[in-house]
Nanobody, 124 residues
Framework: QVQLAESGGGLVQAGGSLRLSCAASGRTFSGHSMGWFRQAPGKEREIVVAISGIGGSTYYADSVKDRFTISRDNVKNTLYLQMNSLKPEDTAVYYC?????????????????WGQGTQVTVSS
């Protein structure tokens, strides 16, 4: 059974940093596309950042460019999201997603597996 387990969320002041982790189990996602999405109250789920399985291409939402960084450790089968210079508008539940595909995927419907989400709250 495939599971994605996020961790690292919490409460932080504006300008602070958090590092989210997503540990995958049940299969390896080395060479497969993964991403981070977020959903704020009353809003639709949106892409934050994605990384392809081939070539390591990345996509960042405009709102997080130059502040967030995605990375992956294929040995640990873990995806990371380093979030710096956090803003109150970054407050949301953050979800890790993985796909059986290998190309850069930026829409939620392209992903096959989802974590349960981790809350990130940024206070002003």
């Amino acid at each position: 059974q495939v599971q994605l387990a996020e961790s690292g969320g919490g409460l932080v002041q504006a300008g602070g940093s958090l590092r989210l982790s997503c540990a995958a189990s049940g299969r390896t996602f080395s060479g497969h596309s993964m991403g981070w999405f977020r959903q704020a109250p009353g809003k639709e789920r949106e892409i934050v950042v994605a990384i392809s399985g081939i070539g390591g291409s990345t996509y960042y939402a405009d709102s997080v460019k130059d502040r967030f960084t995605i990375s992956r450790d294929n040995v640990k089968n873990t995806l990371y999201l380093q979030m710096n210079s956090l803003k109150p508008e970054d407050t949301a539940v953050y979800y890790c997603a993985a796909s059986g595909g290998r190309w850069l995927l930026v829409v939620s419907t392209a992903y096959d597996y989802w974590g349960q989400g981790t809350q990130v709250t940024v206070s002003s």
